[in-house]
Structures are given as structure tokens and as C-alpha cells.
T-cell receptor, first 114, second 112 residues
């Protein structure tokens, strides 16, 4: 596709369950970012992948959160033992290069934890 | 004090009015300044990108950066109902977008 694709667009889960959110970046983009957007809050950086380098995990809020990027393309964000405060929109973005590259965002995955 | 402050609004103005959106920040190392527009249930999209102080104009949009006051603005002339969205400012000191800090966004409503 032409843009960043995220799935699922909506996910409702019960507290304590694990969820996986998927991001398919724009073809050729080496940098991939995950952000979280909670109601009334700005975008919170979670994790960043650049090529084959080790990811920058400095934004992950707890060890329940993890992400991987396979083959330098598709990425999966996993939240284990979900809590109600994990409810938010999870946005993925990609860019052609790390420095000065414009971020292209997907439409997000809206997670609701009951 | 948060690094980037932005009034969440909502800001409601009549069609055709000039809109002024603003952010203040505390980190003097910020050099790159951006405005993103986010429609409801969509991802943000880059609207304006400015380096250091000064003005940048693109059609009906003008971005201003005043580093001495740590204050950035986005002006929208001849506002249209289609401009109704949330506008997020973002900024970074350098390097990659992993250092990008976003404001909370201002919800703008243009009344027809």
C-alpha cells in the first residue's frame, strides 16, 4: 500500500489479556516508531527501530510492553497482561531516514481494556 | 513545567477568520519545529516544518518561530470548515524523530 497500515483498527479486550498490534510501514522506510495517544494527552514516544540497529526502547512504560520488527519491515507491538490504563490509540509512523525525515503516520489502533 | 505547552481548546471560529494556534516550550535546545494536523480517528500528518527562528508560509498557512521567547505559532488565513481538526505542535533538538516532543494538540472548529 501507499501509506502506513495498522491493524486492528479497533481492539476491545479484557483486563489481563495480551494484545498484539501490527504495523506495516511504507516500503523502503528504514525508520519505524510507535507512539501512544491517550485522551487529552499528546503523543507519547514508545519505541523506535532504525534499520538493523538495536531498537531504542526508552519510551516503553513498563516491561509489559515489547515490540519487534521482522526483516526490517513489519513491526508488532505486544502488551502483556493489559491494564485499563493501557487504553489508548497506538500510532505507528515510518520515515525514510532518521535525521530530518518526515514522519508518516498510520491511522492507529484504538485499544480499549475493560 | 512540561517541555511543550499547548492549549487544548476547543477553539471555535467562524469560516473566513484568521486562526492563531500557539505553543510554548522550555527546552532552549529545540531547533526543529513542526505542526501536524490530525483529523478525527486519523493519524497526524505533517503540515509545516521550520528550522530555527523565522517565518515560513505555505498557501493559507504561516508558521512562526520565536526562539528568544520560546514560542511558536501557526496562522491559518481564510479558514475553511475543512480545517477543523486537532493541530499538534512538535519539536526536537536534533537527531532523529525519537527525540520529537509533541504538544497535547489544540482542537479547532471552523463554523460554516
Amino acid at each position: 500500500g501507499a501509506g502506513v497500515s495498522q491493524s486492528p483498527s479497533n481492539k476491545v479486550t479484557e483486563k489481563g489479556k495480551d494484545v498484539e498490534l501490527r504495523c506495516d510501514p511504507i516500503s523502503g522506510h528504514t525508520a519505524l516508531y510507535w507512539y501512544r495517544q491517550s485522551l487529552g494527552q499528546g503523543l507519547e514516544f514508545l519505541i523506535y527501530f532504525q534499520g538493523n540497529s538495536a531498537p531504542d526502547k526508552s519510551g516503553l512504560p513498563s516491561d509489559r510492553f515489547s515490540a519487534e520488527r521482522t526483516g526490517g519491515s513489519v513491526s508488532t507491538l505486544t502488551i502483556q497482561r493489559t491494564q485499563q490504563e493501557d487504553s489508548a490509540v497506538y500510532l505507528c509512523a515510518s520515515s525514510l531516514k532518521r535525521n530530518g525525515g518526515e514522519l508518516f503516520f498510520g491511522e492507529g489502533s484504538r485499544l480499549t481494556v475493560l | 513545567q512540561k517541555e511543550v505547552e499547548q492549549d487544548p481548546g476547543p477553539l471555535s471560529v467562524p469560516e473566513g477568520a484568521i486562526v492563531s494556534l500557539n505553543c510554548t516550550y522550555s527546552n532552549s535546545a529545540f531547533q526543529y519545529f513542526m505542526w501536524y494536523r490530525q483529523y478525527s480517528r486519523k493519524g497526524p500528518e505533517l503540515l509545516m516544518y521550520t528550522y530555527s527562528s523565522g517565518n515560513k508560509e505555505d498557501g493559507r498557512f504561516t508558521a512562526q518561530v520565536d526562539k528568544s521567547s520560546k514560542y511558536i505559532s501557526l496562522f491559518i488565513r481564510d479558514s475553511q470548515p475543512s480545517d477543523s481538526a486537532t493541530y499538534l505542535c512538535a519539536m526536537r533538538s536534533g537527531g532523529g524523530a525519537d527525540g520529537l516532543t509533541f504538544g497535547k494538540g489544540t482542537h479547532l472548529i471552523i463554523q460554516p
